[in-house]
């Protein structure tokens, strides 16, 4: 009598009863074979995915991203939500509301003038400010808001740098629960030291989000500061569930990928790695975005998919 191999008829094949080492290696037989399947369905959902792309550009450029198929706008906190100015002036987000594009990320979280590290930090200013940014970006469906900020949280000469970790954990603890009412994700951004002396990579950005553990308080990966500062692909599987936005410029003058070539397919196979589902923004210096936009487009699609081959 021919038996199928089930779990459950194992035990009867070929006519005999197995032995309870048998028994014990069909069963690790199967639940790998299982496992297997599973992680290979996971591999090939993720591999699937490309990220949406956007830009960072002006709200009234957003015509010449819908022209060039672009997914999404992201343009500053102070542009899209003016949180310094009061709400008779903001008019319910009129300008973000008539963009030809989705708004979907808005950076340059604080201004300089507040400061988030140094003798004048103003906890309960910071608070207040943010609250007003996270209620305007709730009123227009705009989910996360990229802290950079380099000019806000540059420690002032003098001041300990401990000190100042401290004090942006601090931050951080009061700011994402308030993201969090508002559904927002704040992602936080590595800076290099030529635009900022405080959190220049990725993996300080890690120590500090693991330091304020919220599930909205996650990181912006910018693969062009990451470059500057010579950071390993490698950081971002370390980063891993963290990781939640990403920025993209290349190497030298911070121009649109594909003008000069730089290759982003160490990073991209990062991404793929921890099976990132979030988006891209080019963040970059364009020369000529009409000419520069589907050349980025073509460039960021074409090794993406090379990164998988290579995976």
């Known amino acids: 009598m021919a038996y199928k191999t089930t779990p459950a008829t194992f035990f009867f094949c070929q006519g005999r009863v197995l ?25 090939s959902a993720q591999s699937k995915h490309f990220p949406q792309l956007g830009v960072c550009a002006d709200l009234n450029q957003a015509s010449l991203l819908k022209k060039h198929g672009y997914a999404f706008i992201q343009p500053t906190v102070a542009e899209a939500l003016l949180p310094l100015q009061p709400d008779s002036i903001f008019k319910s987000g009129e300008k973000v509301r008539k ?26 200013k910071i608070a207040a400010y943010a609250t007003t940014v996270f209620q305007r970006a709730r009123t227009l469906d705009i989910p ?6 380099g000019a806000s949280r540059k420690i002032p000469d003098g001041f300990s740098k401990d000190a100042a970790f401290k004090q942006f954990v601090s931050i951080g603890k009061r700011l994402a629960p308030i993201a969090a009412q508002y ?7 590595s800076q290099n030291k030529e635009e900022c002396n405080f959190l220049n990579t990725v993996k300080e950005c890690i120590e500090v989000a693991r330091a304020v553990d919220h599930p909205n308080y996650k990181i912006c990966v910018d693969i062009y500061h990451m470059m500057r500062e010579n950071e390993p692909a490698s950081i971002i599987a370390e980063a891993g569930s963290l990781v939640y936005h990403c920025d993209i410029g290349e190497k030298a003058t911070r121009s649109a990928p594909g003008v000069a070539g730089d290759d982003f397919i160490p990073y991209f ?43």
């Open 183 to 189: 559904n927002i994700v704040l992602a936080l951004e």
């Open 144 to 149: 996360i808001i990229v802290f950079g900020s």
């Open 19 to 43: 032995c309870s080492r048998e028994k014990h290696w069909i069963y690790h037989l199967v639940f790998a074979s299982l496992l297997l399947l599973t992680s290979a369905g996971i591999c």
């Open 99 to 124: 963009s030809e594009v989705p708004v979907l990320a808005a950076n340059v979280f604080i201004p300089g003038s507040i400061k988030t590290t140094g003798p004048e930090v103003d906890e309960a």
């Open 269 to 311: 196979k990062a991404f793929q790695k921890i099976g990132y589902k979030g988006m891209i923004a080019l963040e970059c210096r364009f020369k000529d975005m009409d000419a520069e936009l589907p050349l980025a487009a073509k460039t960021i699609r074409k090794q993406w998919k090379q990164a998988l081959q290579q995976r």
